[in-house]
């Protein structure tokens, strides 16, 4: 098989829609709202909760766990790992997304605790906080990374090996690799960087397919080629960001398995 | 009466955009920039301000303080006590929505605790938050409930008369009751629910309302229809969630008396 | 010369979007998502980072720190004053936004000791916060003021004299003075105060202005016209503030040097 059929991905996104997953989100407080209309938009159940008091509980719920730590502090990682404790007690997946891993010590050093501590199925991130998660002297600058993300395939597989998850590099293409095989998404639009939250939302939507399915690998990739393709199809006819942001929601919407083939563009790297 | 008159709910909205009320809110992370949004639009001054250092000041010069439970934190239920207390000093309504109660027990124990250390006016939720509050064993799921609302008139009749408030237990159809007389609102679009802060966004409205007014039971009744009729109308010629909401904040803009009869839907119970 | 010539501030927006200015924003939860938005449409970096444990790093990355005490609590205080430092160190510039100063003591209090510890370069806000910074008993109610700030223009150069800062007090007209040279900055729309954060992004939008430049007094004159003229701009044809917050981020993303000359409206005053 060279690539994931359109067939499959759509299957996925209609049991997404079916199931509604709770995705459980500790997150960042810059992108809560954009990320629970995110994953209203395309089908899933937002849930938000932080409080060291319900963390365990309201994990517990989920289907999925994601872990961003774009506004971290102290409290909020000890309620992502007990979260995290949950979820790997359930068998639930755990997304993380190490924003900002490579820009300051704290957020590379906790993204590693991360992921040393909970067993985290797949790591979302650009080229430079996923470089900084496995100790690789990045180039992230603030949240964003000025790596061009196709020169990392074999670091991205490297670091998937390494630490025995799905590694989802997003960037231009996105790579999305378990270390043996790997997938090239060649969905999105460079419009989704001038609205903030497109990076944190990707990783919402893996959680989603990921809590639905059951290979990390194939579901991180069909979430990730939906939500570009949900984008490129947000960028026709706009005349900015404001404009772009209100189509992206309503194309997660519209979305239809049937409308896949032609518009998911995932590639097996040889 | 068999209803509340279009005409008082139209002195109604003119009253809340002359006085513009300053509605406090000690809200959830997620829908602060929404909540926000949506009392300006409407007319009304939004604040939200949750620090133990400020919290009693900031009700004191409010005409309504809104207490949403959505991401609480134990810090952040200190302050709503406290502000609440003020609140009963100065003799404004407080509105509580128990945002998640029954998912998790944090959530209804915190929701049942303000509703007896503070004098709630109105108490604004689905029917699983709403039985949760009063320890009715309810089905929330994560912050969506699963319960039909209408099959609940006779318990939120008398979890209302049990605390001696007004119950907004909203869903297809939102019933209003004081235990004695009871409105069923038949305003509202099944988008409204595809789109995140909704529900804490319609407890804002409330606040507003009640602010402005002297009888929650009418006032809740209104804001609800109000809401509600701008939902129907915001959902007239749109693709998805994204139009819908830049909709919603424009219609409860734009929304006048002469709009309302033949708009609002509120029956009374028999 | 009797204004900043619209050239110059089109040599202004060049360089913000070939530099793409980080900034670092220490600010309410009500604003993060659409302040990161409004810089991103603009062409500047946003990142929003508050733990004691890294903002003196990211203060360290950044062309420029903003500091809005909008949903103020001690430990973001501590943080605020810690990444002041690293910015004061850097000689980078520190833009306070004192949202709701005057309206409790706790506000006003921090803003002054923010003022007191740092070496603010712009405050800017509205007459009431203004004044309350300096002491001044203003007429802040919740976040908004109630005074005409162009009665206001001695007090905003008395103040900017005795703060040794520049001032920029917003209103109808915007009083931008360094206590000497004083201009008075026309653009805006009454609709920008129909939605939530436009204050706290003209602030965002002053810090990536003189992130990149080296005169804050003309730098943040060139940042509230442009602000200004995207909103006039984005009221052109719309229903409401829905559709207007929308325009406002493709508006700022669409303005180009070009469309400067007739469209600032910047006056020295006399």
Known sequence: MRTIQAEVIGNKLEALRKQSPLVHNITNYVVMNSTANILLSLGASPVMAHALEEVEEMAGLAQALVLNIGTLSPAWVEAMILAGKTA????I?????????????????????????????????????????????????????????????????????ELKITVAMTGKTDIVTNGETTYLVKNGHPMMSRVTGTGCASSAIVGAFCGIGDDPLSDTAAALAIFGFAGECAAIHIDGPGQFWSNLLDELYKIRPSDLPGGVRIEKHA
């Open 88 to 91: 790997h007690k359930k068998n």
């Open 93 to 161: 997946p755990i997304i993380l997304d190490p924003v900002g891993a490579g820009a300051t010590s704290y957020r590379t050093e906790t993204a590693k605790r991360l992921l040393t501590e909970l067993p985290v199925s797949v790591l979302r991130g650009n080229a430079g906080e996923i470089m900084a998660c496995a100790g690789v002297q990045g180039q992230t600058r603030g949240v964003d990374s000025q790596t061009d993300s196709l020169d990392a395939i074999d670091q991205a597989q490297a670091i998937a090996r």
